[in-house]
């Protein structure tokens, strides 16, 4: 290695970069199968008003973490999504209601806090002392055929054999591996808030589709003094959203109730609004020589169809399923797994990028025969149930290169695997 080294060195096989939720579940998932890992980075900050909704695949995997007890604890179950075409287009579109009885489940998925879910990925490391935990941040790597070195902000080293990047969208492990990002803007920001509200929502996530973007409510668990409860995801105009932050509270909260055509009744807002400026990132590859990268390292998208952490846990997913078994001193073996986690990679983060993409723009691009296709789509998922199934099918647990550990119950901690290592 070329680095020059003059403070305490730290050895592991796998170092994840990144303590957001895809690193804490990907130190969780590697650990799990007999590794020993490094997860390096400092805890992220709270987000206000975040939650996240996790489908059915992305729950298997919590389950085979052994978090998603302590997940559900804290979760509300989503057992149908409701949506609201909001547009004024010409075509009366009727609301398309899909759910999860349909698919015989019992819920679609589950709603919870970012924060508690980061909390509760990192007890669970804590309480198992799974993996060991560097909350220091990585300032430069240097790769090499034989593996990599981190140097931390505090001078300490990490060598390690491999390096799973979930260190976000601007990855320095993306950056020194050398691999290229496509980024676009949209010009919309993402305005996040918890809600109680008057009215129960049955746990049905509701989608009203606007011309500046979707407003979704999805159930929360309710808690004492408020049993109805929501997250809101609210895309607007850059303008729309510095304009709507200073208003008064009560003022907003009449217009979320009037927003939400009253189905909730009287809206309160809980606590902080989160805001966030929207945007997209693709990637050249997904991963090279001796860096895997996954999550919002490797893609960024709008918060639509609740699709960002249901990936970036198939990129887990999927990479230690591509892993399984590599001998890491076999660069020849080590090379051929990580083409393969690129090739999947590149199909389900493609083809998850242009329907948000696509979906966006026909509601943010006012032109007839696009708002008369999307129409259409509704009126066709209406009358037809089996289209309507297999398009659930898909967005709860993608059929096709679907990972182990979110496809069937998964072995018992320790690794039942086999590994080979030097
Ligand atoms: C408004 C909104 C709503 C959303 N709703 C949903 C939803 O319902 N369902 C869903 O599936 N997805 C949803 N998403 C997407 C989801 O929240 C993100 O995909 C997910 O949070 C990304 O997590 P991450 O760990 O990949 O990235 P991040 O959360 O960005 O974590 C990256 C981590 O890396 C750390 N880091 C950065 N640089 C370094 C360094 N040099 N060294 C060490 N560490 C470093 C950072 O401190 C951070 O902790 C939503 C997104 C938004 C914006």
Known sequence: MALEHSGEILKTQILVAGAGSTGVAAALAFARSGLK???????????????????????????????????????CPIEAIRMIDDTGQLLPTPDLLLKAS???????????????????????????EAFDLV????????????????VLADGRR??????????????????????DTKEWTYPQVALTMLLSHKEPHDNISTEFHTRSGPFTLVPLQGREGAPHRSSLVWLMSVADASRRLSKPREELEFELEDRSRG?????????????????????????????A???????????????????SLRDVADLEDCLASVDFANP?????????????????????????????????I??????????????????????????????????????????????????ARRRRFA
């Open 37 to 75: 890992v490094t997860l390096a980075g400092r805890f992220p900050p709270p987000l206000p008003g975040r939650t996240v909704a996790l489908f059915e695949a992305s729950l298997r995997f919590l389950d085979a973490i052994g978090a998603l007890t302590k997940v559900k604890q804290k979760a």
């Open 158 to 179: 990490i060598e390690a054999d491999f390096v799973v990047a979930a260190d976000g969208r601007q990855s320095r492990a993306r950056a020194v591996a050398g691999i």
């Open 102 to 128: 349909e698919i015989d489940l019992p819920a679609l998925g589950l709603n919870v806090s970012n924060d508690e879910l980061v909390e509760i990925l990192l007890g669970l490391a804590r309480e198992r």
């Open 263 to 291: 189905k909730f009744g009287a809206i309160k807002i809980e606590g902080g609004i989160g805001q966030f400026r929207m945007g997209g990132m693709r990637v050249s590859t997904h991963a090279t020589g001796r860096v």
């Open 366 to 415: 006012p032109q007839l025969p696009v708002d008369l296709l999307r129409g259409a789509g509704f009126v066709i998922m209406t009358a037809l149930g089996p289209l309507r199934r297999a398009v659930i099918r898909e967005g709860v647990s993608p059929h096709l290169l679907l990972p182990r550990l979110m496809r069937e119950k998964a072995p018992r901690e320790g690794g």
């Open 332 to 364: 020849r073996e080590l090379a051929h797994a990580l083409a393969r986690y690129d090739r999947h990679r590149r199909a389900d983060v493609g083809f998850r990028t242009l329907g948000v993409d696509l979906l966006n723009r026909s509601l943010i």
């Open 135 to 150: 909350e220091a941040d990585i300032v430069d790597y240097v790769f090499d055929g034989a593996g990599a070195v981190a």
């Open 293 to 311: 990268l996954v999550g919002e390292t490797c893609h960024v998208f709008p918060p639509i169809g609740a699709q960002g952490l249901n990936l």
